[in-house]
């Protein structure tokens, strides 16, 4: 009987994102004017800020799945905008664009569904 060859691998690590160079560009160009709203006193802070107060609001529960956040800082929950600002300062202030979610439904789902959008 004859013996088998050891076979080189044909699979390579590729990049885990698929996106044009120009597209990439642009959008963190966008992104690069409204970014830093987000480390703003206004929407980070106790307990007046708006993504606390959101927080509060929604009581620690994700919209999605029901997820109850359990840590005090509520670092696994997100206040995620219902429909993407895009750099509109009337839509990411307004505190019913707002709904907290958890960060797993974030970081999959809302991702998904914000990309296929755009």
Same mark, same amino acid.
């Given at each position: 009987? *004859?013996?088998?060859k050891t076979i080189r691998p044909r699979l390579?690590?590729?990049?885990?994102? #698929? #996106?044009?160079?120009k597209q990439e560009g642009r959008r963190s $160009?966008? $992104? =690069? &004017?409204?970014?830093?709203?987000? /480390?703003? *006193?206004?929407?980070? $802070?106790?307990?007046?800020?708006?993504?606390?107060?959101? +927080?509060?609001?929604?009581?620690?529960?994700?919209?999605?799945?029901?997820?109850?956040?359990?840590?005090?800082? *509520?670092?696994?929950?997100? $206040?995620?905008? &219902?429909?993407?600002?895009?750099?509109?300062?009337? +839509?990411?202030?307004? =505190?019913?664009?707002?709904?907290? #979610?958890? /960060?797993?439904?974030?970081?999959? =789902? /809302?991702?998904? =569904?914000?990309?296929? *959008?755009?």
């Amino acid at each position: 009987m *004859a013996r088998l060859k050891t076979i080189r691998p044909r699979l390579a690590v590729t990049s885990t994102r #698929i #996106i044009c160079s120009k597209q990439e560009g642009r959008r963190s $160009a966008e $992104a =690069e &004017k409204y970014r830093p709203w987000y /480390k703003l *006193a206004r929407w980070c $802070a106790k307990p007046n800020g708006l993504r606390w107060r959101v +927080l509060v609001r929604d009581m620690f529960t994700c919209k999605r799945c029901g997820f109850m956040s359990r840590h005090p800082q *509520a670092s696994d929950m997100v $206040a995620d905008h &219902k429909h993407p600002h895009r750099g509109d300062p009337v +839509l990411f202030w307004s =505190e019913g664009n707002v709904e907290c #979610i958890c /960060k797993a439904c974030h970081d999959g =789902e /809302k991702q998904r =569904e914000d990309r296929r *959008a755009f």
